[in-house]
């Protein structure tokens, strides 16, 4: 038999196996379509925070402000080394625009700073960042660095609102992690199971095609192309799922979720996405036949 042939005769007995048997392959193929689901979702879900992250990052200035009297010299190599390790704009900003800034933002309200005697507003440094200079850890450095000069009274860049939303982030990739090992787990264990009930009703035939010569990879083979046709259904199911789901949420899930989005959208790369889920579909599937075969081709 050639080998062309012999991959007819495997696809054409696993699917018939499928057909055969559809009960235990709904199930072993809804519970491995619910897992990937919850594992689509919460990278999603990190992805978007990171996105999010990184927009904010562009709104929020790196701001340095300035003691009295600060060295000409040494505020000019502060802003050459901001620029260089940015590659941001900068800005200087003196105390008389900061004030006009600020009576502005106040409205009616800021009129009253105009009849101030002597302006309290510092001299200040305004670094608009690029999206490649935005990650949370790298500005957290740069601030720690800026505050321990003599001549700079303080920095500002949205710390608080950037370090919780990146450990949200962190928190939610440990979550798909965590995510992965269950969906590896019980899936695993699912397919396996059903593959041995389907094995089981066809232990006679197994048994002749041992008796007449059959080898354990020949045995095998039709088991693992069912595992895999669970994984790959599986993951198209998952992929539908997750895009109704994200769907759902963009049209009525403002008030559950609006944090997340941008511009009421979820920055999703769907390609990508499918890749993964098809992928980690079929490896899954894959591992539970293995198992399963390999169990009763002990006996």
């Known amino acids: 038999m050639s080998t062309r042939a012999r ?8 699917i018939g196996s499928m057909v055969r048997s559809p009960f235990v392959h709904v199930i072993a193929i809804a519970a491995l379509a619910l897992s990937l689901v919850g594992f689509g979702l919460a990278r999603i879900a990190a992805a978007q925070l990171d996105a999010l992250v990184a927009s904010l990052g562009g709104e929020v200035e790196f701001t340095v402000y300035l003691g009295p009297d600060s060295p000409e010299d040494k505020v ?21 625009v900061a004030l ?16 101030l005697g002597d302006n309290p507003l510092p001299w200040s440094l305004e670094l608009k960042l690029p999206p490649s200079s935005r990650d949370p850890v790298a500005l957290k450095t740069l601030a720690e660095r800026t505050r321990a000069l003599p001549f700079v009274t303080g920095v500002d860049y949205g710390e608080e609102a950037l370090e919780r939303l990146s450990v949200i982030a962190r928190a939610l990739r440990l979550a798909g992690l965590i995510v992965f090992a269950l969906v590896f787990l019980t899936t695993v264990i699912v397919v396996s199971a059903t593959l041995q009930l389907a094995i089981f009703a066809r232990r006679e035939e197994i048994e002749i095609q041992k008796l007449v010569g059959g080898t354990d990879r020949f045995v095998r083979m039709p088991f693992l192309i069912e ?9 198209g199911v998952a992929l539908a799922g997750v895009y109704g789901v994200i769907r759902w949420l963009e049209r009525d899930g403002g008030d559950l979720v ?34 399963a075969v390999r169990r009763f081709l002990r006996v």
């Open 227 to 235: 595992g895999a046709l669970q994984g790959v259904i599986s993951g």
């Open 76 to 96: 000019a190599e502060l802003e050459k080394a901001l620029v260089a390790r940015t590659s941001g704009t900068l800005t200087r900003i003196s105390p008389a």
């Open 258 to 291: 609006g944090f997340l989005m941008i511009d009421g959208r979820f920055v999703v790369a769907w390609g990508r996405l499918a890749l993964e889920q098809l992928g980690l579909g079929v490896a899954l599937g894959l591992t539970g036949s293995f198992i």
């Open 7 to 14: 991959l007819a005769y495997f696809v054409r007995t696993a």
């Open 100 to 115: 006009g800034r600020l009576a502005a933002q106040l409205g009616e309200q800021g009129r009253s700073l105009t009849e």
